[in-house]
């Protein structure tokens, strides 16, 4: 009864070649996150998603992007994956505007993206 | 702004002794306050809360915390550490709108024989 799922658990890709991550999910949250979490550090949001409204954070780079094409799906799409970007990608889901701070953040496996 | 600081980066114990995990947090309004943990190569997964309800909240394998707005803190403590507790812990502040979690820079649990 896995809630969050990300699909592949390990993507290994090519310098420069685009690659789509996916995140699905059985909670029917109407928020979704992306999170990048690099070796031996904390997981920083990329974006989020409330309905249908996509929410980019400040740093972001433009390289990434994401998709949402109903409730329970979200992609994250990296453009020209460079040697940085290798990291764990976590998707998260909460209900509402509320539903983080209340401690309804539910997280995936994650995917480790690794680019040669 | 919320942040939080996690005091150590590594913490080795015992399996049978207590853990103790420490973490300050700093927030301009009341916070909310989560324990996080991370096994290798795996996602997060709650372990417990705070959300101006109860200060002392238990959680998931025995784990528990304490919310102390004086000291400012929200430390993790286990009575018997097990092999199996062994991972990374985050401790972690919602942001204003909620929508964001800050994450400190996260504590290894060791734990020996």
């Known amino acids: 009864d896995a809630m969050v799922i990300q699909n592949p658990r390990y993507q290994v890709t090519q310098f420069g070649k685009p690659v789509t991550l996916s995140c699905s999910q059985t909670l029917n949250h109407n928020v979704m996150y992306w999170y990048q979490q690099k070796s031996s550090q904390a997981p920083k949001l990329l974006f989020h998603?409330?309905?249908?409204?996509?929410?980019n954070e400040a740093d972001t780079p433009d390289n990434f992007q994401s998709r949402r094409p109903n409730t329970s799906f979200c992609f994250l799409d990296i453009r020209s994956p460079g040697l940085g970007d290798a990291a764990m990608y976590l998707c998260a889901t909460s209900r509402g505007s509320t539903g983080g701070s209340r401690g309804g953040y539910t997280f995936g496996s994650g995917t480790r993206l690794t680019v040669v | 702004a919320q942040s939080v600081t996690q005091l150590d980066s590594h913490v080795s114990v015992s399996e049978g002794t207590p853990v103790l995990l420490r973490c300050n947090y700093s927030?301009?309004?009341?916070?909310?306050l989560f324990w996080y943990v991370q096994h290798p190569n795996k996602g997060l997964q709650l372990l417990l809360k705070?959300?101006?309800?109860?200060?002392l909240v238990k959680g998931i394998n025995g784990f528990e915390a304490e919310f102390k707005k004086s000291e400012t803190s929200f430390h993790l403590t286990k009575p018997s550490a097990h092999m199996s507790d062994a991972a990374e812990y985050f401790c972690v502040v919602s942001s204003n709108s909620g929508y964001a979690l800050n994450f400190g820079k996260g504590t290894s649990l060791l734990v020996t024989p």
């Open positions: 998603y409330y309905d249908k409204d996509f929410n």
């Open positions: 705070y959300t101006s309800a109860a200060t």
């Open positions: 927030s301009s309004y009341s916070p909310s």
